[in-house]
DNA sequence: GACGATTATTTTAAGCTTAAAATAATTCAT
DNA sequence: ATGAATTATTTTAAGCTTAAAATAATCGTC
């Protein structure tokens, strides 16, 4: 039996925090736990549902608005993840018939992923109910407080870029 | 060839997403975004500074607040991930001498983790680096904005937790 | 006190993910 | 043009993660 369900009290990563903690940490922790929440309710609906993964239709959802295709390296940077493992991702996806490769006549090292028409359509299928679910989730938060969020996450975000490896020596305006 | 500099815009998930699309959908996206990204240099961090894996770090972050050890359930609860993989993850901290494993004199179907004195010291080690590399990654947002965005995400939290499976057969006050 | 239901954990099979090394094609400065 | 550096991708090995089924112990009820 597993028992996943998150009925009653969530003890989870940054519950346990205590309130003097430093106020980044128990924003980070706070951030998280709410993706893993959001990704799990997703990861699960897109199971049930539909009978796919979610790295798989975050790949579709990709190409989707790449009318053009992508390359292997562009849905590596989208997606945030290694390049390796896109090798994997589209093989499968290739072999399940949604996705199709063909090599660029300009650069014989890449190629271009496209989706293929049974690969829209299954997207296509799957759009509505995904964006109810995220809608669902987020349905407790006025579209005041979700701007609010949205600029705190993107001012998150800049500041994120701005620090760690070469912030020094950008050579950005 | 192409127009993406390796320090210039990144171009990531959420990026993509034309402006007129849902707002719920781009808050999502932005916060998942904003958490691969941390994520990503915290565990190139522990990875080049003190050869662990994140995950394992969790794991010793979880125990070094608990004083009196965690099962394996209220571990898988707290890491928010699925209990057959904290068997795994405990074989090998285990077998690396930074927990320890007893059974729980009381019920014989658990048992209680704890950090070993070695875990401790090597938590402790790395604790100092791990909570600058937080505030760096932070260091953009002022401590109002961290409060308000720490606020809109418990009000998220809530959110999601009171929608989904079981959200109406709730016996919460 | 036996028995069905529940709870805690492990096992299994498959898939995901990473970092690093390898391969292969292109670009650029001679 | 040649060769060094760069870029795109794949391979490899290890580890992480999940969902579902299996195992085993406890609980509740009669």
């Known amino acids: 039996m597993d028992q996943d369900a998150p009925i009653g009290p969530v003890t989870d990563r940054e519950s346990a925090l205590a309130r003097d903690d430093k106020l980044e940490l128990r924003v ?23 009978s796919i993964t979610l790295p798989r239709f975050d790949l579709l959802a990709q190409l989707d608005r790449a009318p053009d295709g992508l390359t292997m390296g562009e849905l590596s940077d989208r997606l945030m993840v290694s390049n390796g493992n896109i090798t994997g991702l589209v093989e499968r996806l290739v072999s399940e018939g949604l996705i199709a490769r063909a090599p660029s006549p300009s650069d014989r090292r890449r190629s271009r992923v496209k989706l293929t028409p049974a690969g829209k359509r299954a997207f296509d299928a799957m759009t509505p109910t995904h964006e109810r679910w995220i809608d669902d989730l987020f349905a407790g938060l006025s579209r005041a407080e979700m701007a609010e969020l949205l600029a705190l996450l993107a001012k998150l975000k800049r500041s994120i870029q701005g620090s760690g490896p070469g912030a020094a020596l950008k050579d950005n305006p």
Chains 1, 2 share one sequence.
């Open 28 to 50: 980070w922790l706070r951030l998280l736990t709410c993706a893993n929440l959001i990704e799990a309710r997703v990861r699960a609906g897109l199971r049930e549902d539909f």
